[in-house]
């Protein structure tokens, strides 16, 4: 049995839990956080313990899961772990990928240990998607697209605004784009691809009108999308809103022959009812891989395109030879 | 630049040629026949030499892309060739890939060479997408289907009947299937999941209901399927049916959380004009892999799962982590 640590215990934690649970080799010995362990209530019997007991080196963990978020804990915590343990991580800013990878290396190396990074779907399984589509059809044109779906950032970025108690914030794609972009077409704006959903609940005596310009203004985040504000009340938000569904899709299209005259469409969909449940049942497979890296005496810091698949099945390679090639 | 040679020229030969010619790192530099060299015409200027050539070691090639069939070709050429190339081929018999991968892994070792086996698209691609989904969801179910497209076996199977002068099957998957699969449903019989429709072209004096019992009672190849047969002209045959277009998608679907309650679909779709034009763009990034492999001096046989994705592209691992990831 691989003997796997759960670091925060936020949505995504709670994923990494369930997809243990679902797992023949692998088994959760212990969820890390920085809050009060008294106060957590994991699914299974797994002892939750400070977050402070990893630094001394007491974990009796093969391999981590942090599942703590990219702004502020990831670029501290996974270096940090790294030097002690395997670990494999969420890192999803992606134009600081490329310093995080020198950090995380560097630890793991010195800590003799394998680190993965930026798991989840994208980055992650997206990135894969990406790669395949470009290494086979390189003359070709693609892109990716999200939702629809809740996106965590932008439905935080509204609750920062004065007057707005709570929001959830819809990702959708436009889909004469999608069908334009498979058949090849490329060069789509931010406001040709997706358009923005935001359901808020106003605090008393808010100003709508003024809430929804603050919205639909707001720089990188809505202003260059089209966005539809609906005000709902904090009943509705709790009925309808309360999942957090996602997915996405990533499209490759392009002619193959001496004239390319042959059209070749390579596309991956997710509908995932729950976008912390899956990123946890990712990062639980990237573990798995993680861990058989190391025992290959393999060090330093990985992304999903140094893995070699396989290893994320627990299935030996004869066994995947045999039933799944 | 990575020196390629093609052996077989058939039209996953001219697929991996007419990738080759797309690639801007790597360089067609021989194809190899059987056949009279002298009546080959290739896309480029590439030279054409007898297969013969290569068994006395004379290929300036780092890899070679094997286009043969699996029947009879690959069983015997992908080993022999693997003891002094590094090679890459496109094995489908799904029942004898263990025995093949042996033969190849004892031959490459000896030869200290690199072999990629059972690449293109089904095996090869969709092998992957059956590991990502049964990695991520191990409690889900899945399927793959095929088509719409013409099979290339079962059209041959036709022909064979006497009175058949020409013929083409095309494989459909069942609609309403896919969608349950999509659902999460499983199960289903070969009729269920996938229709097929044959176009005969007869011989004079043949008997088309002769023949059509023939087709549609044709044991494997027909009999568990719900087959419709279509008589076409010589002429309806040449400008309708001259392509050999096909596809097919995995799926994957299964529910995450404590109680499965999260429902995940996972889903992968081909659509291609030209079946080997793709095939043989696959062989090519592979090849491209199969190289790299080499380099860092790993030998022996590898599958589609052994292999890092990142080796398909010619990016290098630190472009790729700051454009692609």
Redesign the interface.
């Known amino acids: 049995m691989i003997r796997v640590g759960i670091v925060g215990y936020g949505n995504v934690g709670r994923?990494a839990e369930?997809?243990l649970?679902?797992?023949?080799d692998m088994i959760l010995t212990g969820i890390y956080t920085r809050r009060d362990p008294e106060t957590m209530q994991p699914?299974g019997k797994t002892k939750v313990y400070p977050l402070s007991s990893l630094l001394e080196g007491a974990a009796e963990a093969d391999v981590l899961l942090l599942c703590g978020g990219s702004a502020t804990d990831l670029p501290v915590q996974t270096p940090e772990l790294a030097q002690r343990y395997c670990v494999v991580d969420t890192f999803d800013t992606?134009a600081r990928?490329?310093e995080h990878?020198e950090n995380v290396d560097r630890a793991a190396k010195a800590g003799k240990t394998a680190a993965i990074i930026?798991t989840g779907w994208d980055?992650g399984?997206f990135?894969?998607?990406?790669?395949?589509g470009?290494?086979?059809?390189?003359?070709g044109t693609g892109d990716t697209f999200w939702g629809p779906g809740v996106s965590q950032g932008h439905s935080d970025a509204v609750r920062r605004i004065e007057g707005v108690a709570d929001a959830r914030q819809y990702t959708i794609p436009v889909q004469r784009t999608v069908n334009a972009v498979r058949r090849g077409e490329s060069g789509f704006t931010a406001r040709e691809k997706h358009t923005r959903e935001v359901y808020v609940v106003l605090k008393e005596g808010a100003d709508p009108q003024k809430v929804a310009r603050e919205i639909i203004t707001m720089p990188n985040y809505f202003d260059e999308y089209d966005t539809t504000v609906h005000f709902i009340s904090r009943e509705e938000m709790a009925a309808e809103h309360g999942?957090m569904p996602h997915?996405g899709f990533v499209i490759r299209s392009g002619g193959?022959?001496?004239e390319g005259?042959?059209?070749?469409?390579?596309?991956?969909?997710?509908?995932?009812?729950?976008n912390p449940?899956?990123t946890?049942?990712?990062m639980a497979?990237f573990g798995?891989a993680c861990y058989r890296l190391h025992q290959q005496g393999r060090t330093g810091c990985f992304?999903?395109?140094?893995?070699?698949?396989?290893l994320?099945?627990?299935l030996s390679?004869?066994e995947?030879?045999?039933k799944?090639?």
Chains 1, 2 share one sequence.
Not at 134 to 139: D, F, G, N, R
Not at 261 to 274: C, D, G, H, I, T
Not at 303 to 310: A, K, N, R
């Open positions: 994923g369930s997809a649970l679902q797992s023949e699914m992606h990928i490329p990878f930026s980055p399984l990135s894969l998607m990406r790669l395949l470009a290494a086979i059809l390189p003359k999942n997915g193959l022959g001496s005259q042959y059209p070749s469409l390579m596309e991956f969909k997710l509908e995932l009812a729950s449940m899956f946890g049942a990712v497979a798995r992304t999903v395109l140094d893995v070699p698949l396989g994320l099945s627990p390679s004869e995947l030879r045999s799944l090639v």
